[in-house]
Structure formats: structure tokens, C-alpha cells
């Protein structure tokens, strides 16, 4: 009897005493780099960039006075980024024709070379003071943390000569302030 007594004590006390732990405010999550990625159907072909393929940047444009970050990933000597205001929360943010400059976004075909590469854009990249507002993509951002950026995003994008690339069922989760171990 006093054994099982021993155990029932034992038993509650420590159900109490893991139910009083509390996360601190600064736990980290783990994660690992299987857990970071862009992906993306690029014109029906799967894009897919892992974590050692992203890179995160932000900046400030000295045109519309607004600080900027977004993304750039590498798959296949092909590249997509994607530009949006630092201030963004979650939420949904369209991409239109060339109205308001961010977000914005592009695709590269670099596999005939720096020289020969073909850039796709959306055009309020660059033509962004007309006042036309067609649609031709979205940005959702689900997760915006001190730790990660993710979410999803669509888009159409174009060269020079017109011709457009599709960028569809895109998603990505980024990590912020990545320190490499030395």
C-alpha cells in the first residue's frame, strides 16, 4: 500500500510540476533546413528552391521613400524574387499591372548565360505612375515573425518583347536573421 501511495504521490506531484513550466519569452523553435523553401509552378514546370538556394534582403527605395525586403530564390539557372514593403502583416496584397509600385516581383531565365538572360517582370516594377490597376498577381503572408516569413503568391510576368511567364501555387517560409554556425 505504501508503495502504490509512493507512486500516486510521485505520479501527481510531477503532473503539477510539469503543468507550472511555462515557455520563456524568448524560446527559439527549432528548425532545420528542410524547412525553409520557396516553391512555385513556373509556366506548368515545378520551381522548387531550398533553403541553401533563398536569399532574404532589405533595403530602402529612394523613389518612394519606402523600406522594402523580400526574397530571391535559385532553381535550375532560372530565379524568381519577390519585393513587398517592410511593413507588411499578414494579410493579402495584390500585384497589379503598374499601379503601386510594391509588391512586385520577377523571373529570370539565366540558362543561356549572364549575357543572354531573359528577365520577366511585373510591370509596376519599373512603370509604376500609370493609372491602371489590373491584376495580375497576390502576395499572402500568413506568418511574419522575429523568426519567419512565410506565405503564398501568384503572379504573371513579362519581358520585354511581351511575352508573359505564369508563376502559380507559389509558397515559401523563409528565415529571418539567418547566422551561419562557425
Given at each position: 500500500?505504501?508503495?502504490?501511495?509512493?507512486?500516486?504521490?510521485?505520479?501527481?506531484?510531477?503532473?503539477?510540476?510539469?503543468?507550472?513550466?511555462?515557455?520563456?519569452?524568448?524560446?527559439?523553435?527549432?528548425?532545420?533546413?528542410?524547412?525553409?523553401?520557396?516553391?512555385?509552378?513556373?509556366?506548368?514546370?515545378?520551381?522548387?528552391?531550398?533553403?541553401?538556394?533563398?536569399?532574404?534582403?532589405?533595403?530602402?527605395?529612394?523613389?518612394?521613400?519606402?523600406?522594402?525586403?523580400?526574397?530571391?530564390?535559385?532553381?535550375?539557372?532560372?530565379?524568381?524574387?519577390?519585393?513587398?514593403l517592410l511593413s507588411k502583416q499578414n494579410g493579402?496584397?495584390?500585384?497589379?499591372?503598374?499601379?503601386?509600385?510594391?509588391?512586385?516581383?520577377?523571373?529570370?531565365?539565366?540558362?543561356?548565360?549572364?549575357?543572354?538572360?531573359?528577365?520577366?517582370?511585373?510591370?509596376?516594377?519599373?512603370?509604376?505612375?500609370?493609372?491602371?490597376?489590373?491584376?495580375?498577381?497576390?502576395?499572402?503572408?500568413?506568418?511574419?515573425?522575429?523568426?519567419?516569413?512565410?506565405?503564398?503568391?501568384?503572379?504573371?510576368?513579362?519581358?520585354?518583347?511581351?511575352?508573359?511567364?505564369?508563376?502559380?501555387?507559389?509558397?515559401?517560409?523563409?528565415?529571418?536573421?539567418?547566422?551561419?554556425d562557425e
Amino acid at each position: 500500500m505504501k508503495a502504490i501511495n509512493l507512486i500516486t504521490f510521485l505520479l501527481l506531484g510531477s503532473t503539477f510540476l510539469f503543468s507550472a513550466c511555462e515557455k520563456s519569452n524568448d524560446y527559439q523553435e527549432e528548425f532545420t533546413a528542410e524547412d525553409y523553401y520557396v516553391k512555385a509552378t513556373v509556366n506548368g514546370e515545378e520551381f522548387e528552391a531550398n533553403f541553401y538556394n533563398i536569399t532574404t534582403f532589405s533595403g530602402y527605395d529612394s523613389t518612394t521613400k519606402d523600406s522594402i525586403s523580400g526574397f530571391s530564390a535559385n532553381h535550375n539557372q532560372t530565379a524568381l524574387q519577390v519585393d513587398i514593403l517592410l511593413s507588411k502583416q499578414n494579410g493579402s496584397y495584390t500585384i497589379n499591372r503598374t499601379t503601386n509600385r510594391y509588391p512586385n516581383a520577377n523571373f529570370i531565365n539565366y540558362q543561356k548565360g549572364p549575357e543572354n538572360s531573359d528577365i520577366y517582370y511585373t510591370p509596376n516594377a519599373f512603370n509604376w505612375t500609370n493609372p491602371t490597376s489590373e491584376k495580375i498577381g497576390e502576395i499572402n503572408i500568413n506568418r511574419n515573425d522575429e523568426q519567419v516569413f512565410a506565405g503564398t503568391f501568384f503572379y504573371t510576368a513579362y519581358n520585354n518583347q511581351g511575352n508573359a511567364v505564369k508563376i502559380e501555387n507559389g509558397k515559401f517560409q523563409i528565415l529571418k536573421n539567418f547566422t551561419p554556425d562557425e
